[in-house]
């Protein structure tokens, strides 16, 4: 053997809710037209774009006039982003934006502004046209900041496609025939909600700012629930939620959306009378979750969980679906990455999850209603770090949501995330027994336990060996304990041999010391 | 390599999930000893 030490150790952190984000909005490629008349400037942007796409597949093409850039989409050309120079002879880019968008382009690109000029005088000239740019770059730039720039262009075409595709696959719960009014200036924000909203068959109508959704209210008063933007032009969400609130009472649901989640600004929201809030960006599933939670049924949280589940019941997942359903709950690969790629272990931690955390959110439940925050603290906690290592995000959001309020102790507030982390729960219950089950039958190796015959002196040492790693609290003991098992040929008492196993799998040696000693009592 | 010269690490977790993790990864290069509450990280120490 060589000399020296080898020393390996394994830190489990939690997974930031940032890291979620920034994945999300990870850019898989995209097509990119520059429009630029100087021939330089054009190469540049040209070069920076596709050195910084290295990793990744854009495509780009250049043209050097507004006019150029108007042909190539008129001629059907599909980009997902647009880098325009303002200062161009004939028609500046100002101009052609507002060409482009009069071509009413079904997958209109964003277009990003560039200029060497003072870029509050680009923004006002965009403010007098009543146009917007995705963004504003002011020359020189840095490769970075275009890069910056594109990505959350590029980024949020690949959100809608991911969140796309997964909200199809999703469909546990139906919604159907539910009203919705959505009140939202972002025109971005705008279309891909209703686009989600109408994927399941929610009728949803639009709101520009809060004067509209006032007086949408007043027209027809009966949507099932509002999703309310907190800032926005003309009238913000706070004050539009007061005017309905003193004209009509508070029996509509309204739900804040808002990228702000101090808690400052949760209970600004709570003050004017909202009834929950969801964050920005948008999470669809917790989206789903809390249009269900609220427009379903108004008065009875607990008969909510319930209906959601027998939905989710009702809808068992197929096993082709199970792929699909993995990724959508679990990120398998995040999870085996955190344990260097071991998948036996990660099959095991998929196993106690499924033993000790389904009935969770019951446990959860009934602490918070017996006003027991020391408990629902402490379960909060470990389901998040237990979530954390599995990979799935979304409980562990929820189960951090939950701690947090315990921690504040504001009861209320986390009953409100019960039915959206038992949801979540519920989902990845679902796709733990897919996956199980699934590897169980890829690798069908036979599990039947072969009795060996050993001797009685054969059997007492194994019977010793593993008393001795009992009593030393020795991780062997588990092996110990499989050896033993295999040589037990007559059932003594299958109770207390399974006790022992369990005893052994929680770690818990001192009960399984007692245990082993009731079965196999200790000799001289 | 000599069995008796392996160094003894004791990993102390209510979490028996974190304990599988640490007995995966470490247990082929030392000996663990495990336990899930102080009191009983204290008898083994």
Redesign the interface.
Known sequence: MGIGSTFGFCLTFDISTEKAVEKIIHVDGGRVLIVDDNDASREIIAKQVVAHGFDVDVEVEVVMSGKQALACLAKGKLFDAIIMDWKMPELDGVETLREINALHLTNSPFVIMATAYDSHDLENELVVQNLTAANILTKPFSASSLWDALNSCLGTVQEIKQEVETLVTDKQISLEGVRVLLVEDNQFNQELALELLDMRGIIADLAENGREAVELVAKNNNYDIVLMDCEMPIMDGYTATQKIRAEWGSELPIIAMTANVMADDIERAKKSGMNDHIAKPINFEAMMATIAKWALNTHNVSSNIEKITESIKANPVTKQDSNIMTNAHIDVQAGLKMLTGNKDLYMRLLKRFKENFSDSIVQLTSFLEANNLEEATCLAHTIKGTSANIGTITLQTFAAKIEKYCHDEDIKQAQDVLPDIQLSLNHVLIEIDNFLNSENTTEDEPVIQQSKAVSPEEFNTLVQILRENLENYDSNSEAAFLDLSKAVFIEKDKLALDKLASSIEDYDFEQALIGLNICYPEQG | ?NNSKRAVILAVDD?????????????A?Y??????RGE?ALK?A
Do not use: G, R
């Open positions: 390599m979490a028996p999930e974190v304990l599988d993790i640490i007995k995966e990864t470490l247990a290069d000996d663990i000893k495990l336990a899930t009983i083994i």
